[in-house]
């Protein structure tokens, strides 16, 4: 039996015209046997903290009055083998020229979340894959998602990624980590430095991986995997 693992996929600045410059695609992904254990490992730092059990874990509560909490969560994830994660960093979206490549913003957004998840996926294994999708997103464009990534993979009958579905962050630990996560990295990209409790958290990343946060990581990194993308590379 091939080996079945749960992708967690969130994203921090997609939308074409917010403003914002770097745009983060990223993922968590664990063995789908493990998932319910991580969830528990994590619930109980929760509750260690003296936070309810449904307390979410997002960037953007991050502050310094719970940093004990955050760098916690933050070691058991680096502790823990099983649980990886994956980055697109874009460097500036609004840089992009979607006309000039015939395309529109979703379909470069296709593009962007199959370079994202490629390097995850693998032939001999299964995969179920969960987004949490903020927006105008919604299960057609889920559908219209996995339709692309399976057929960019020859995996027309849909062996490879069995299942994509919206996945509400409340919903999922490994959701929430993933957020962690990408909110870091997108952080790290903007060079900001008002939150000393999410500066913090950035150090502790950079010291865990060795890694700026800023550049692509090795290729075959698996843990804590970065790849910097350039509009510039359009052209």
Same mark, same amino acid.
């Given at each position: 039996m091939n080996e079945i693992y749960n992708i967690y996929c969130d994203e921090?600045?997609?939308?074409?015209?917010?403003?914002?410059?770097?745009?983060?695609?990223?993922?968590?992904?664990?063995?789908?046997?493990?998932?319910? &254990?991580?969830? /528990?490992?994590?619930?109980? @730092? =929760?509750?260690?903290? +003296?936070?309810?059990?449904?307390?979410?874990?997002?960037?953007?509560?991050?502050?310094?009055?719970?940093?004990?909490?955050?760098?916690?969560?933050?070691?058991?994830?680096?502790?823990?083998?099983?649980?990886?994660?994956?980055?697109?960093l874009i460097t500036d979206k609004r840089l992009l020229d979607h006309k000039a490549h015939n395309q529109n913003h979703d379909q470069w957004y296709y593009k962007m979340f199959f370079d994202m998840l490629k390097f995850i996926i693998g032939p001999k &294994?299964?995969? /179920?894959?969960?987004?949490? @999708? =903020?927006?105008?997103? +919604?299960?057609?464009?889920?559908?219209?998602?996995h339709e692309v990534l399976s057929n960019n993979m020859y995996d027309f009958s849909r062996t490879i990624v069995e299942r994509m579905q919206i996945m509400r962050s409340h919903e999922s630990e490994l959701l929430q980590v993933a957020d962690l996560l990408i909110g870091a990295v997108s952080y790290a990209a903007r060079e900001k430095d008002e939150n000393r409790g999410k500066i913090r958290l950035v150090d502790f990343i950079r010291k865990q991986t060795g890694y700026s946060l800023q550049k692509s990581t090795l290729v075959r990194e698996e843990k804590f995997n970065i790849l910097r993308w350039s509009p510039r590379e359009m052209k």
């Open positions: 921090s600045c997609h939308l074409e015209h917010d403003r914002q410059g770097a745009m983060v695609i990223g993922a968590v992904w664990c063995s789908s046997l493990l998932a319910r &254990a991580h969830a /528990r490992t994590f619930r109980s @730092i =929760k509750i260690k903290h +003296g936070l309810d059990p449904h307390f979410e874990i997002k960037w953007t509560k991050v502050s310094e009055s719970k940093i004990d909490f955050y760098l916690e969560i933050l070691e058991q994830f680096f502790t823990n083998q099983d649980i990886h994660f994956r980055a697109l &294994a299964k995969y /179920r894959i969960y987004i949490d @999708i =903020k927006d105008d997103w +919604g299960g057609s464009k889920v559908d219209h998602l």
